[in-house]
């Protein structure tokens, strides 16, 4: 004998879907290339992720087809994140700090359909797009000029029509991102997630046992979004309509404080040795951010020293979280 109740898949499409119809005004931060800051709100994540969407499918993208992305943390990335899923595709994200010859072998490997890549990134991908075999290449740019064989995002969006966008019915099972894991022998291998995996990952992560994020919280992921998805706070975020403020690849102490403090940020997450950079800055200067809304520091990704976690709970009284997961786990295991 089944239930009656709920019989309805978790899926990213259906996180979208939610967080346009509860959280249309809430904003979305991220610093740009040249320095300035944009705003927007999860209604405009939504309308843009949607018109993505159709552009996609307007490309030959098909359900289940990989996007990868060569980008930074920036809300064209997060519009990536839901306007593939939106699409029924799987984005595919790379890691720019990896040597050409292992990008090209990867795109190859996941046999990615198109790329979307910031400007400033064309350099890293001039080294290899002669040996990928991607259909189309997507560039991200403020600027009109864009490769020859390549095709601009802005115009892109601005030729679909979101009236033509209608939510997929997807499998809750079916793949919706692709990681490759660097930590291995041989070759990079590919993690294959499902909505399934990502959406119960978010739910868990919202929890107060977790990492107790909430519609009040304001969120700065300084983990990259090319890093198992960001620890997969931006679904997390949007499931929670949190505000997101993204810093780009901009990612000194002075500047990330600076952030930290006029957002009013309340959680953030990356690296130790981001954050072995932030504290000596405070320790050099006590007292010159205010960061008292800031209730969690979360680190991960190697063993953090037990002295830069006690130097920011006592000197000054900030609590360090200590995650660990892998790629393959989706990606967060233990705190």
């Not at 004998?1 to 509860?22: C, D, F, K, S, W």
Request: with cysteine; net charge negative; proline share 6%.
């Amino acid at each position: 004998m089944n239930g009656l109740m709920v019989e309805y898949p978790v899926t990213g499409a259906a996180n979208l879907e939610r967080a346009e119809t509860l959280y249309a005004s809430k904003e979305i931060v991220n610093e740009q290339p040249d320095g300035d800051w944009h705003r927007y709100t999860y209604g405009d994540l939504a309308h843009r992720a949607k018109k993505l969407a159709v552009a996609l499918l307007d490309l030959g993208v098909q359900s289940g087809d990989r996007v990868a992305t060569l980008c930074w943390n920036r809300h064209q990335h997060l519009e990536a994140y839901f306007g593939v899923t939106a699409a029924g595709a799987v984005v595919h994200t790379l890691n720019p700090r990896l040597h050409p010859d292992d990008l090209a072998y990867i795109v190859n490997d996941a046999q990615d359909k198109v790329l979307l890549v910031d400007d400033g990134l064309l350099p890293l991908l001039e080294q290899f797009h002669q040996r990928v075999s991607c259909a189309h290449i997507v560039v991200i740019s403020a600027e009109e000029k864009t490769p020859e064989g390549m095709i601009a995002y802005e115009p892109l969006l601005a030729r679909a029509g979101e009236e033509d966008f209608r939510y997929p019915e997807l499998d809750e099972n079916q793949a919706v991102a692709m990681c490759y894991t660097s930590g291995t022998t041989g070759k990079p291998k590919g993690v294959l997630y499902s909505h399934r995996a990502l959406a119960l990952q978010a739910m868990a992560l919202g929890m107060v046992d977790a990492l107790g994020i909430c519609e009040a919280d304001v969120v700065v992921p300084v983990v990259p979004m090319f890093h198992a998805n960001a620890w997969n706070l931006p679904f997390t975020c949007t499931l929670t309509g949190s505000k997101q403020v993204y810093l780009g690849p901009h990612l000194d102490p002075p500047a990330l404080l600076r952030v930290l403090e006029r957002e009013r940020a309340t959680f953030t997450a990356g690296v130790p040795t981001v954050w072995l950079a932030v504290l000596q800055v405070l320790d050099k200067n006590p007292g010159a951010y205010d960061l008292s809304r800031l209730r969690t520091i979360m680190t991960g990704g190697s063993a953090a020293p037990r002295s830069m976690i006690q130097g920011f709970q006592e000197r000054h009284g900030l609590k360090v979280l200590h995650g660990w997961g892998m790629t393959e786990m989706a990606p967060l295991g233990s705190f």
